[in-house]
């Protein structure tokens, strides 16, 4: 058959509180036009991340109730270990309380002032956490990946030619290890191929150089490697997965996108010095190894969660919703990035305004237009995310001026997308009239997540 259908029934419904457009205007206005303070009920859509937003599975919710609280060696951590060594054949394992949380101990274990940690994309908490510690996070990501337009496979791949310029002009010695984050959520949810994972391994073996996934959409990437890239089309994501964690020495996760869990991650590595420097850390932040940051009844519903995220019907369901969402803004003449990514929909702000300059954050206004519109909410990823302000006061704008419509797993049916769609037509078609905004207040680190905005 043609039609995909979702690979599960509803059991349970949560009810949706419906407000007004002239409701939503006042709701912005006093959550000083940044969506990330307005709450949550007040969004009767909410696409603002797809992070810990998932329904969980019966399953999971089975699992739960088996979780074991004791403090040291539980059987429910005896049954995550075992999920994630299976996957990634780390036998180092550190469950945290989520991915940030594992991204802070690496950091503080791993770098120091003046070091470069090179990736295709480091995603706003792990550009923070190293950045904190006064080193550079640096991008370089494939260069098609610019182009908005562009049909290309992978085009989360990270630019190896750029790689090895970068370790030729700073040196081996100032960069602890190479990053990879699989998806590529800051360029759009785009896939990184197997052959770019291995060609990047075999480069960073020549300069002795470990590899450290962001492996939070593991499973989303397997998924596309299956579908798109030879030689693959006959494995199982299970298998996908596992060789893609043996090109590396390490890896951070959020559990709480494949891993379908609402709350949750690890840190992981077969390096025993790191190990060693993990686990200390881990116990003075987070807690006893055998739990880190988690109950037992979490680390029983991740164990679940990343099995079912490895299922091809789940994914193939997932990538549909995408899809749809896609074909429908494309057939209207909605700019967003091509091919679709794996777990949101990604509006190009910049070609949906281009009357308003990155100086005047094009993603924040259409971010805003779409909540008052129709209520839902959805999140920047530009120049007020991404964006760099240099000592000077001067603000860097990012490449991208992106909207990222992050699609919560297992939570919405097609008439949620139809009115989507519809909301995100009304506004296309008044474009025009937006205007953009200016920052009023800003703390140091992360702004996107507290500061304030100001009409223009």
Known sequence: MKTIIEPFRIKMTERIKLNTKEERIELLKKANYNVFLLDAEECPIDLLTDSGTGAMSSEQWAALMLGDESYSGSKSWKRFYKVVNEITSMPFIYPTHQGRAAEGIMAEALLKEGDVIPNNSHFDTTRANIEYKKAKAINLLYENAYDTESSDLFKGNINLDALEELIKKEGVEKIPF?????????????????????????????????????????????????????????????????ETFSYADGATMSAKKDGLANIGGFLVTRNEEWAEKFKNLLIMREGFPTYGGLSGRDLETIAVGLKEALEFEYQSYRNATMKYLAKSLEEYGIPHIKPVGGHAVFLDAKKFLPNIPSSKYPGISLVNAIYIEGGVRTVELGSVMFGKVLANGEEVPSNLELVRLAIPRRVYTQSHFDYLIEVLKVVYDNREKLDGYKISYQPKFLRHFTCHFEKL
Request: hydrophobic residues 30%.
């Open 178 to 242: 190479c990053m990879i984050t699989l998806t590529n959520n800051t360029g759009g949810g785009q896939p990184v191929s197997m052959e770019n994972i291995r060609s990047l391994k075999s480069i960073l073996n020549k300069y002795k150089i470990p590899l450290i996934i962001d492996c939070c959409r593991f499973a989303e990437n397997s998924y596309f490697i299956k579908k798109n890239e030879k030689g693959y089309e006959n494995k199982t994501l299970m298998e996908i997965a596992q």
